[in-house]
């Protein structure tokens, strides 16, 4: 497992940065159903302002919508949310997890002090880019980024305990599914219709290859369209 501590040459792009994610643990996170002390302790020791564009560093540990620039602008999933979808995936030391939708790697920085190896997959090359910086700046080394679509997941590297589809989507998460071990997980944000920006956050269970699903709360986030499911026709 690596330490919750960060590497100590890590940057500090605001003084009072630690201040703030105490805050927001107490003042957000906490208060939507988040207890699990592993989680906790990440949302205390990754600095968010590091993954958001410059300009909205101040912002970092607000619940305002925030987005960070690639070859498109991609909103970032809200901390409370975020921390939330960790706490439920059950994360263990030693997993091999891939977040999917990693855009500027913070869920995956935070992924990566709790299990054993993370991929950051995004079909996004400058965003790939921005995550491998910033796991450099905080010495993560068992973080690796991979650009390609999202619904193709990372088969080279399953099998995956854990997934964690990073938005909303409708679900079609078909080729991700045949990537869980035989006993893993995938967590998502579920919607109805595609372009949706709230839906249910839904834990995905294999058991040898047979996938049942729970829901577990509303949630809101940005929207993925990797994972529209074909339209029905109609007569």
């Known amino acids: 497992m690596q330490d919750t501590e960060l590497a100590t040459s890590s940057p500090a792009p605001l003084a009072s ?25 990440r949302m205390r020791a990754v600095p968010r302002e590091l993954f958001v564009d410059p300009n909205l560093a101040t912002l970092a540990y607000s619940d305002a919508c925030l987005t960070v620039t690639g070859a498109q602008p ?9 921390a939330r979808l960790l706490k439920e995936a059950r994360l263990c030391e030693g997993e091999r997890v891939m977040v999917v939708a990693g855009a500027s790697g913070y869920a995956a920085a935070l992924i990566a002090g709790l299990v054993g190896s993370v ?13 491998q910086a910033n796991f450099s700046a905080l010495g993560l080394n068992n973080v690796k980024t991979l650009t390609a679509p999202l619904a193709l997941g990372a088969p080279d590297e399953a099998p995956f305990d854990l997934i964690l589809v990073d938005g909303v989507s409708q679900g079609a998460f078909e080729a991700l599914f045949k990537q869980l071990s035989a006993d893993g997980r995938l967590v998502a944000i579920v919607a109805n219709q595609a ?14 290859g047979h996938v049942s699903a729970r829901v577990l709360f509303d949630a809101s ?10 339209r029905e026709f109609v007569f």
């Open 195 to 208: 372009g949706a920006r709230v839906g249910k956050a839904t834990l995905f269970q294999s058991a040898d």
């Open 119 to 131: 991929v950051s997959l995004d079909d996004d090359a400058i965003l790939s880019a921005k995550a």
């Open 17 to 41: 940065s630690a201040v703030l994610r105490e805050t927001m643990v107490e003042r957000q996170i906490r208060t939507f159903d988040v207890t699990d002390a592993g989680v906790l302790a």
């Open 221 to 230: 986030a940005g929207a993925l369209a990797s994972f529209a499911k074909p």
């Open 74 to 82: 991609r909103e970032l999933t809200a901390p409370l949310i975020l």
